[in-house]
């Protein structure tokens, strides 16, 4: 990347009382994001009534949004804490775009089982098996990876030789390249043009899949309504992306959207919540708690 090859950030706040409450709360939001991906992952992967496409796609969201938090908040946690702000931006760059672009990717993907389930729910079984799962997830993840490779080479081609204080808290691809020595003009044509058609096409995927599912759900009981609703409506709630560059959105898609998957899939799915409790009565039957075994010892 030119001479420059380290990027010092100017985080959140200059204010050490703010970054210390900056610091707890984000540590704790981060926990709470590990703690809740980790169990509904857990929870699909060991319940066998939940091996189906829907929760094929939601265990894979838990695991990007673990990743797409993970490339951010702990390198954040570090700044608010330590005062260490530099970094070399080529890794983050690329993980930050691939689990970003991965996730918009899935999203539609799960947005298209969904209108063959509740649209066409006789050639579901067909039309969805896990094969065709399997391979939909193996090319988002591809159209990922290249995605980032390109958005990561048009960055650092550039020559960086003046500032290297970035106004973030990560390294996004807007607040770097303006931080080139070079003209930048044709490099973001082509930077928001690969994002842009990524972006729309998903987008109009996802406002065509739902327009069609909320006609079809007229035809429904209120029952079927109330079910498919709250499945699409979680989709809704975890939007993509690294896009933004204000601080405020910043935080909200890196720090609070990994987070709200797990809360509302737990919360509104009784298939999930059901699963947890009987994952949670089979752990206590298998590992007794300590204090149990020893009154059962003592009574004998």
Not at 69 to 91: H, N, Q, W, Y
Not at 194 to 211: H, K, M, P
Not at 273 to 282: C, D, I, P, V, Y
């Amino acid at each position: 990347m030119g001479e420059v090859t380290q990027f010092v950030f100017l985080g959140l706040t200059d204010n050490w009382v703010l970054e210390i409450l900056f610091f707890m709360a984000f540590s704790a939001m981060y926990v709470l994001t590990l703690r809740g991906n980790i169990l509904i992952m857990v929870t699909i992967v060991f319940t066998p009534c939940l091996s189906t496409p829907m929760y094929f796609f939601l265990s894979n969201l838990s695991f990007i949004d673990i990743c797409h938090s993970s490339v951010t908040v702990p390198k954040m946690l570090e700044g608010l804490l330590f005062d260490r702000k530099t970094i070399s931006c080529i890794a983050q760059l690329f993980f930050l775009h691939l689990f970003a672009c991965a996730e918009i990717l899935l999203l539609t993907i799960m947005a298209y089982d969904r209108y063959v389930a509740i649209c066409a729910p006789l050639h579901y079984p067909n039309v969805m098996n896990m094969r065709v799962c399997v391979q939909l997830v193996f090319v988002l993840w591809l159209a990922g990876t290249v995605h980032s490779l390109v958005q990561t080479f048009l960055t650092i081609r550039l020559s960086y030789c003046g500032p290297n204080v970035i106004d973030s808290y990560f390294c996004n691809v807007p607040p770097v390249i303006k931080l080139a020595c070079t003209d930048t003009c044709l490099t973001g044509i082509l930077i928001v043009s690969n994002r842009g058609t990524i972006s729309l096409s998903c987008f109009l995927a996802l406002v065509a899949s739902y327009t069609i599912i909320l006609f079809s759900l007229r035809k429904q009981s209120a029952e079927g309504r109330r079910k498919a609703l709250s499945t699409c409506l979680a989709h809704f709630m975890v939007p993509d992306t690294s896009f933004s560059t204000d601080k405020l959105v910043s935080v909200f898609y890196t720090v609070v959207t990994p987070l709200l998957n797990p809360f509302i899939d737990t919360l509104r799915n009784e298939e999930i919540k059901s699963a947890m409790k009987h994952l949670r009565q089979r752990r206590k039957s298998l590992y007794p708690h300590p204090r149990t075994q020893a009154s059962d010892f003592l009574s004998l």
